[in-house]
């Protein structure tokens, strides 16, 4: 993967595509090599392509493929594979009709519009069109026998043509001579990363055709176990042997994400959910509502920074914020009871703290953060002091907050019972 755009290379932006063609490709049998990130510099975008094609057997380049001077993809790759640029009339064509939709829209005469059209519709002679994407066309083109992948650099147009270049006849050719790995994805949340490297080496470890990696991260860490299709019993003994060991960490064996289970488990019994936040400021919300297909079970959420929202928004009164202060067990537990009535929701989940780098004291130092959880069968809090800087601390503590509304739900849900 060759992903180009200076503002990458300045860290302006992160780069989505790589991960997401990586991703990809090992599902469809391919082993991801590189992910190689390069400016608008034509000259590196070219040493970076040449080296790809010699090493890969088959490449996907990201980004500059628009109608500007510094978007350059396009001829870079016509140069690396030794063919002609072209126009395409008919490309010309489809490319245009979008382009006067735009000058419409934005009242601007057509003209300004004509030479990137012209521009967009000049492609490597003998190029596979995969579509538009916008006004940016896709393309395949082979360079002796590797075929090389050229899309858009906005991640939902990428995304878009991306299946397109998936049926062509060069890349076929590539994918039907992989194999998609068998793939076991373990969460655990509260065990160390050397607690879950010592039960890994005790069951057994890599090796006879499966691949682990384990990766830590706020609090949580993530077994991927990636296994040949020969090796599918010894990867299944080897999740089976994790889970066992570190099963009162386990809190999912499906690759799902904390928000995803908590989603699941307040749809699977009809409770409705929302938040009140102070020192993560949204964040936490945030996580709930980018899983799709939950907009009845995440009704949203009350961000109340400063004490006057936390007494007008949530309830909290002033002489409980004089005597206990914003960021305490107190506070935290009201604010998920003020939640869960001004929204009206079955759960609510509260986060108060310190999260830096100023505002800490002796008695409550930064990194301090207290959560509190509340259903329709009672409530649970909790407190934390989170090393590191305020990033950090912030998503910790969203980390900390859903896992525990987890906790509550999966409880219940053990209990047996019926809701009250």
């Known amino acids: ?29 391919l082993e991801p090599a590189r992910i190689e990130i390069v400016g608008d510099d034509p000259n590196e975008l070219e040493a970076a392509v040449r080296v790809a094609v010699a090493d890969a057997e088959l490449v996907a380049i990201s980004g500059g493929l628009g109608p500007t001077h510094d978007d350059r993809t396009v001829e870079v790759v016509a140069r690396v594979a030794g063919l002609e640029l072209v126009v395409r009339p008919e490309l010309e064509q489809e490319i245009e009709a979008v382009s006067r939709e735009v000058a419409e829209r934005m009242k601007r005469d057509y003209p300004d519009f004509a030479g990137g059209v012209r521009k967009q ?19 395949v083109v082979e360079i002796g026998r590797t075929p090389v992948v050229v899309l858009p650099g906005p991640p939902p147009e990428l995304q878009r043509l991306w299946p397109n270049a998936l049926t062509t006849p060069p890349i076929r050719r590539v994918l039907d001579g992989g194999v998609p790995p068998l793939r076991r994805t373990l969460r655990l949340f509260g065990a160390g990363e050397s607690m879950v490297a010592q039960a890994f080496a005790e069951a057994g470890g890599d ?3 499966v691949e682990t990696t384990i990766c830590a991260r706020d609090f949580e860490v993530v077994v991927e176990i990636l296994a040949e299709p020969a090796a599918e019993k010894r990867a299944e003994e ?7 060991s570190l099963e009162r960490f386990l809190y999912s064996d499906d690759g799902r994400t904390v928000e995803q289970v908590v989603l699941n488990l307040c749809h699977e019994r009809g409770l409705t959910l929302g938040t ?3 020192c993560t400021g949204g964040l936490i919300v945030a996580r709930l509502t980018a899983v799709p297909g939950f907009s009845a079970t995440t009704l949203g959420g009350i961000v109340a920074y400063s004490n006057e929202l936390k007494e007008r928004e949530l309830g909290v009164s002033a002489e409980l914020l004089a005597e206990q202060g914003a960021v305490s067990a107190e506070v935290a537990e009201a604010m998920a009871n003020g939640a869960r009535g001004q929204l009206g929701v079955d759960v609510a989940v509260a986060v108060t703290g310190v999260a830096g780098p ?20 009672g409530g649970k809090g909790s407190s934390f002091s989170f090393p590191g ?10 980390v900390a907050a859903l896992h525990l509304v987890r906790r509550l739900l999966t409880e219940k849900r053990d209990e047996g019972g019926t809701d009250p």
């Open 207 to 209: 090796g006879d055709g």
């Open 121 to 139: 519709a000049t492609v490597p002679d003998g190029a596979i069109a995969l579509g538009l994407a916008g006004t940016a066309p896709g393309l």
């Open 238 to 244: 080897l999740t089976s042997a994790l889970g066992a």
């Open 389 to 398: 800087d305020r990033d950090s601390i912030r998503r910790r503590s969203v």
């Open 276 to 278: 009140a936040e102070s």
């Open 358 to 377: 100023g505002g800490g004291t002796d008695e409550k130092p930064v990194g301090l953060v207290y959560l509190h959880a509340v259903t329709p069968w």
């Open 1 to 29: 993967m060759v992903v180009t755009g200076s503002e990458l290379v300045r860290g302006e932006r992160t780069d989505l595509n790589g991960p997401f063609l990586a991703r990809s490709l090992l599902a469809l049998g």
